[in-house]
């Protein structure tokens, strides 16, 4: 069992699809994250921030499933960064309704001491600069430093960007992003070109058509489960990220093998993900589901063809 | 070693894509179907229709393939199907630029007495009635039938395209395809009210994003395979189509698993056509080409997780 820290935004969402609509939920990257990787055993940690706002039960919520929030500043007379989106028809795209960065904005993040040797480092999307100013507290360097980021920073921080994207080991992106980052459309030569700006390996996750991990000539696809109905994509990705990391951080093995494996079980837990409200389906998952779960990503992809 | 009846168009295509334009090449979905079935031990009937321009060397071309092409009718004084497209720049969308169905028009298949026991007959995309009219001529109920159709059928002869549908156990189209024939736009609820019209098994492409079959409450899932550049899509869904029944007649096994296999085959072959303009790459295929690709598509896709 690994040490995982990871370091993201802790949210308010309040999102729209075609199925319905919430008030200000809980959200945030480091949330999906950390709440996947609470299926696994791994001792878990999340540095982020939350204004006065934020419910005492949320902070609770991240204690019962075994996450330590010592380093979960809470900012007195601010307020909690809030996201608001409204996802069209087909759930494929979605608009920003609104963004209000409030403690988000002047976010430095401190990482407790006893982070600071942690195995695994999953750096959520946010300021390249914060993400650099993580890795320079950590007092050894991780086994794997897993790195998230978006179409933003590649316009706005390119510069910085280059520099974490340099120090990282796994980048976990989506297609769109994977094909500005690198300038190309062709998902293997994207694949290829971000590997060259630092990474060993690259995954390019594609929604509802999967995911690509990509390590030196090798690749590795993982469909995303095909299910009757995605109520709401929201969290998707990072759940990805957080099944990824904490099957990794429990298994203490970075070869590529158990990278394949970690990609299913990132694949998994964005499965459930997607079936109620943020982070709803997350919250009381039982090991028994997520093996089944398991047991049809074996079945939907594994064949036996006599090879000449 | 089964026989494999084949129906479908035999034509000239003019494609433009954005690395390059042809002039009128060999197209037909019974052309790509029947190359790449070629790659298997069947033995392979082309049921179609062609002008008196059609060269003569193309008719070679497919004897020395070893495709039965006594059910391929040349009409004298009149011209081949010709169809011309344009894809758009990421190869995902095409504009049709012209159709001239000629000889098609009044195409009205006739079945070699020889192929009549046919044990796999694979129904290329055609009007229904013509589908149905190879049907009846069947001496003996193939083993299998297999059937593409696309949306113009679903928009103009809906009921012919409900009773074939019927007589057949194994639809393959893509995903637009099943969204728009069931009504319903998540694939799995897509697949299972297409299932409930007749066919056993169901098979929706999803182009560079793989491939679905379903049969009752079974789900099996291949990927494309990630190619560094895709050149031309003309033809891969007939080269898929081409390769799963080109499968299933050499091995005569229709169950479950050999169909998975069959999907894996399809997606290999389809993989081969989309490297070069028209039929090109399925040309001059050779064994090891195919196996050590199939390798490829067993790396990408096996994984190895202790399940608990």
Known sequence: MGKLLIVGTVAFDAIETPFGKTDKILGGAATFIGLAASYFKADAAIVSVVGED???????????????ISGLEVVQGAKTFFWKGRYQNDLNRRDTLATELNVL????????????????????????????SVIRQMGKRPKLIVLDTMNYWMNHTW????????????????????????????????????????????????????????????????????????????????????????YLAETENISFGNLKNAVIHGSNLASFC???????RLLDLKQKEIDSRLEQFSELTQFDIEMK
């Open 105 to 132: 904005a002047d976010f430095r993040p401190v990482v407790p001491q006893a982070y600071r040797d942690a195995d695994l480092l999953m750096l959520g999307n946010l300021h390249p600069d914060i993400q650099l």
């Open 54 to 68: 934020f419910p005492a039960s949320y902070l609770q919520l991240f204690r019962e499933k075994g996450i330590d």
């Open 159 to 246: 510069d910085s960007l280059m520099e974490v994207i340099r120090e990282i080991d796994v980048i976990v992106i989506n297609d769109e992003e994977a094909r500005q980052l690198s300038g190309e459309y062709s998902l293997v030569k994207a694949a290829t070109m971000i590997g060259a700006m630092g990474p060993a390996y690259v995954v390019i996750k594609k929604g509802e058509n999967g995911a690509l991990l990509f390590h030196e000539d090798r690749i590795f696809f993982a469909p995303a489960l095909p299910l009757e109905d995605i109520f709401d994509p929201t969290g998707a990705g990072d759940s990805f990220a957080g099944g990824f990391a904490g």
């Open 274 to 280: 997607v079936e109620r409200f943020g982070t709803e």
